[in-house]
């Protein structure tokens, strides 16, 4: 698989078979090979001051780092601080002299920690039934069928691959098919756990040849389709498959950010917004890849008559949630209450936020404030004339209180076919918004099911 995840482009396909750990092994020795241990990119990396690696000499921390990943050598508590900080911004990777491409080196370096002993255990499970509980208590059963259950083989030009924890917040993705379907394209979904990209089984739970076969699995979920083009929304699918991953697969289509399509047919003149968003707002963007989805989505807003993008608002991170910003939470609990003054004191209607983990974290990190939170794809289908998709994981948050939630999910859990108590809802509710699972939370999840089998919806 070979991808450029400064642009978000790049390519996926099937597996070339073989296993992923031994695979992992001869990419760390690459890695050690061509690093000249100058500690660059310890020293350009934006959570050093907020982890163990803050006073320790860059260079002696990234020596540390590669003596454990290639060598078996004992980690030091800064080279393991860092490691365990990293949330995956990427600045480090145009940073470096060699263009080693860093951020892969700690990737490597938190998947051989798992593997040595997870701090989250029964990861995918306590997730996939999370997904699974959220999804059916936002959506009714034909939408639920629509993103959960795997669709049929057929030929389709294009798949839209929606990744395992977008599903929290389907709204997204419905809106995002919405401008799909404007644009006119064929274009099959794939989605949900039985999707996943596979970095849950290696980066988290340790488990890395495991993690090598559902990455298989979901390339050849893909080639079901035929397709030409994989247009991806999750920012952690887009690194995992397209970086950790690069040279495990062989390219058979286009895997790339959903984005960059929309951008495409805005310039040929097949997306237009005629309908005036006559709205202030302020975009929420991350640095290093995910400044060109950021930069996609500023262009894309721009297009729509009436709408005013007074600002963007830098994180430091790929991403809001688990994988990204969670990672170093001082900084991200800084970057994030920063971003939310600003937006109040430029006095705008509506907070503008990017990826998924992104509009959950600032669901509750601006509540209260004088500004409604949207997602981008929100703005799109106004700009499009359409209704959008109603973000019922808002509607859910601002109950406020967790009978109240479990009341009122209870007759769309029924009719998805789950069977839960809704006292479980009351009392772990919080936990399953606040997607607890990657911090080793959840255990409420974990073990045998505590929810009847969820029905497929005819």
């Known amino acids: ?92 990777i145009d940073e470096c002299p060699e263009k080693v491409n860093p951020r892969r080196m ?58 395992c924890n977008p599903l929290k917040t389907p709204h997204l993705l419905f809106n995002t098919m919405t401008v799909l379907d404007a644009i006119g394209i064929d274009y099959a979904f794939a989605g949900g756990p039985s999707a996943c990209c596979g970095v849950i089984a290696a980066k988290w739970e340790g488990q890395v040849d495991q993690g090598g076969r559902v990455a298989q699995s979901v390339m050849r979920r893909f080639d ?29 289509f286009q895997f790339d950010h959903v984005t960059n399509l929309l951008v495409e047919r805005l310039d040929a003149g097949e997306l237009r917004f005629t ?41 430091q991170a790929y991403t809001c949630g688990a994988s990204g910003c969670s990672k170093t939470p001082e900084l991200a609990k800084l970057e994030h209450a920063e971003q939310v003054e600003a937006a109040e004191r430029l006095g705008v209607d509506a ?8 509009h959950q974290t600032f669901l509750g990190a601006a509540k209260g404030r004088d500004f409604d939170v949207l997602n981008f794809t929100d703005l799109l289908v106004e700009g499009l004339g359409e209704i959008p998709h109603v973000d019922a994981n808002k509607g859910l948050r601002a109950l406020d209180d967790w009978a109240l939630v479990a009341e009122t999910a209870g007759p769309w859990l029924e009719a998805n076919g789950v069977d839960i108590d809704p006292a479980f809802l009351r009392e772990n509710g919080a936990e399953i918004f606040s997607s607890a699972e990657f911090r080793g939370g959840l255990e409420c ?13 005819d």
Request: net charge neutral; proline share 6%; with cysteine.
């Open 1 to 92: 698989m070979s991808t450029d995840t400064a642009t978000g482009t790049g390519t996926a396909a099937r597996a070339t078979g073989g296993e992923l750990g031994a695979w992992l092994r001869d990419a760390a020795e690459r890695i050690d090979e061509a690093c000249v241990r100058c500690g660059r990119c310890v020293e350009v990396c934006p959570v050093t001051p907020w982890s163990a690696a803050r006073d320790a000499d860059p260079v002696a921390t990234v020596t540390s780092v590669l003596d454990a990943l290639v060598r078996d050598a004992r980690l030091d508590a800064a080279a393991e601080g860092w490691i365990r900080s990293c949330n995956s911004c990427g600045i480090c």
């Open 275 to 315: 309908h005036p968003v006559k709205r202030r707002v302020v975009l929420h963007g991350h640095v290093a890849g995910g400044a060109q989805v950021t930069g996609n989505v500023a262009r894309l807003l721009g297009a729509i008559p009436g709408l005013e993008v007074v600002d963007t608002l830098w994180e």
């Open 351 to 358: 907070f503008v936020t990017l990826y998924h983990g992104c």
């Open 224 to 252: 079901r389709f035929e397709p030409q083009r994989v247009l991806n929304w999750c920012p952690t699918c887009e690194i995992h498959l397209g970086e950790m991953l690069e040279g495990f697969t062989e390219s058979s």
């Open 106 to 163: 700690l990737t490597l370096s938190t998947t051989k920690l798992a593997s040595e002993g997870t701090k989250t255990p029964e990861l995918f499970k306590r997730m996939s039934r999370s997904i699974k509980l959220m999804l059916a208590m936002q959506v009714v059963p034909e939408e639920f069928k629509r993103l959960f259950v795997p669709e049929p083989k057929r030929s389709a030009p294009f798949v839209f691959y929606g990744g």
């Open 445 to 457: 999840l974990g073990g045998a099911p505590k929810f009847g089998s969820i029905k497929r919806p």
